[in-house]
C-alpha cells in the first residue's frame, strides 16, 4: 500500500544553518505530495506541495522537488531561524479510492540561536 | 483564521462525562476528517466524511461518535472516556478527498481524568 518514511528527529541546529528534512514514499500511481508544519499549541499548516514529477513546491524559504526516479520529496531551507521550530510531516494523496492524505510520522525541528 | 474552526480549544472531563467537540468550515469543501494526535504517536485518521456520508472508520472504538449534519459541520460525541484517550483531537476539510491537500484546525486538547 501507499506510504510515507520521514527522517526521525529531533532535528537541532543552530540559526542560519542549512536544513534538509528526507522523505521517501511508496505509492502505486501518480500522487500529489505535500509538506506541512505544526507549531506548538497548534494544528497542521500547510507549508507546500507538488502535483506532478519534477515540480518544486515553496514557500517562506523552504523547498521541495518531486523526484519520481526516487520516490523522495525532502524539504530544504538555505537559513533556519528560531520561528522555524517545529513539528514537520510529509504526506501523500492516495492514488486510489478516495484519494485520503497519508502521512509520516513527522520530523521535530528545534532551532537554537 | 485558518478556516476550519474547532471548539473547544481545550476540555478536561471525567470518565463518566459525555461532551461533544465541534468543527466548522466555510471553506466550500465536501469532506471533512476527524484525527487524533498523541504524544510520540503517529496521526491517526478516526474518522472520513464525503458529501456528509461516512466513508472511513478506522476501527475507533465505540465510545467516539461522529456527526456530519451538513458539509459544514462535524461533530465527535464523546462519552465514557478512558485517560488514554487524552490527546489532541484534529479536524481537516478538503475539496475532491485530499487531491489538494486538506485545511486543518487548531485542534481540541482533551484530557481526560
Known amino acids: 500500500g501507499n506510504s510515507v518514511t520521514q527522517m526521525e528527529g529531533p532535528v537541532t541546529l543552530s540559526e542560519e544553518a542549512f536544513l534538509t528534512i528526507n522523505c521517501t514514499y511508496t505509492?502505486?500511481?501518480?500522487?500529489?505530495l505535500f509538506w506541512y508544519v505544526q507549531y506548538p499549541g497548534e494544528g497542521l499548516q500547510l507549508l507546500l506541495k507538488a502535483t506532478k514529477a519534477d515540480d518544486k513546491g515553496s514557500n517562506k524559504g523552504f523547498e521541495a522537488t518531486y523526484r519520481k526516479e526516487t520516490t523522495s520529496f525532502h524539504l530544504e531551507k538555505g537559513s533556519v531561524q528560531v520561528s522555524d521550530s517545529a513539528v514537520y510531516f510529509c504526506a501523500l494523496s492516495g492514488t486510489g479510492g478516495y484519494n485520503k492524505l497519508i502521512f509520516g510520522a513527522g520530523t521535530r525541528l528545534a532551532v537554537h540561536p | 483564521e485558518t478556516g476550519v474552526t474547532q471548539t473547544p480549544r481545550h476540555l478536561v472531563m471525567g470518565m463518566t462525562n459525555k461532551k461533544s467537540l465541534k468543527c466548522e468550515q466555510h471553506l466550500g469543501h465536501n469532506a471533512m476528517y476527524w484525527y487524533k494526535q498523541s504524544a510520540k504517536k503517529p496521526l491517526e485518521l478516526m474518522f472520513v466524511?464525503?458529501?456528509?456520508?461516512?466513508?472511513e472508520n478506522n476501527s475507533v472504538p465505540s465510545r467516539f461518535s461522529p456527526e456530519c449534519p451538513n458539509s459544514s459541520h462535524l461533530f465527535l460525541h464523546l462519552h465514557t472516556l478512558q485517560p488514554e484517550d487524552s490527546a489532541l483531537y484534529l479536524c481537516?476539510?478538503?475539496?475532491?478527498?485530499?487531491?489538494?491537500?486538506?485545511?486543518f484546525g487548531s485542534g481540541t486538547r482533551l484530557t481526560v481524568v
Open positions: 466524511y464525503s458529501l456528509e456520508e461516512r466513508v
Open positions: 481537516a476539510s478538503s475539496q475532491d478527498l485530499g487531491l489538494r491537500g486538506y485545511t
Open positions: 505509492a502505486t500511481g501518480y500522487p500529489s
